[in-house]
Nanobody
Framework: QVQLVDSGGGSVQAGGSLRLSCAAS????????MAWSRQAPGKEREGVAA???????SYADSVKGRFTISKDNAKNTLYLQMNSLKPEDTAMYYC??????????????????WGQGTQVTVSS
């Protein structure tokens, strides 16, 4: 199994940028569909972006063109580059993983493994 540790969150003004990282250990991320989800206070968790073992990516419409998901297999790390941040992007962000033979999309809700979360706060 894989262990995930999220980092990189913080407080920024609208229009700013942040890069989240998710360091994996225990197994190689090549074996997984990797994703980022977020949960704002009082709202359900929602998928943001996903990347398959083959590098195929998908994004929620709300972040398309502003966020980029990527991974470095050599460093066993997942990233989320977030640009042009908006106040509505404020949430706790979580990385997640599911074995690569499962359906991989930002819209997927079930994952086997989760990071502990990193807070992103965007002020107007």
């Amino acid at each position: 199994q894989v262990q995930l540790v999220d980092s990189g969150g913080g407080s920024v003004q609208a229009g700013g940028s942040l890069r989240l990282s998710c360091a994996a250990s225990g197994d190689t991320i090549r074996n997984y569909c990797m994703a980022w989800s977020r949960q704002a206070p009082g709202k359900e968790r929602e998928g943001v972006a996903a990347i398959g073992s083959d590098g195929t990516t998908s994004y929620a419409d709300s972040v398309k063109g502003r966020f980029t998901i990527s991974k470095d297999n050599a460093k066993n790390t997942l990233y989320l580059q977030m640009n042009s941040l908006k106040p509505e992007d404020t949430a706790m962000y979580y990385c997640a993983a599911v074995p690569r033979y499962y359906y991989c999309s930002y819209s997927r809700s079930g994952y086997n493994y989760w990071g502990q979360g990193t807070q992103v706060t965007v002020s107007s």
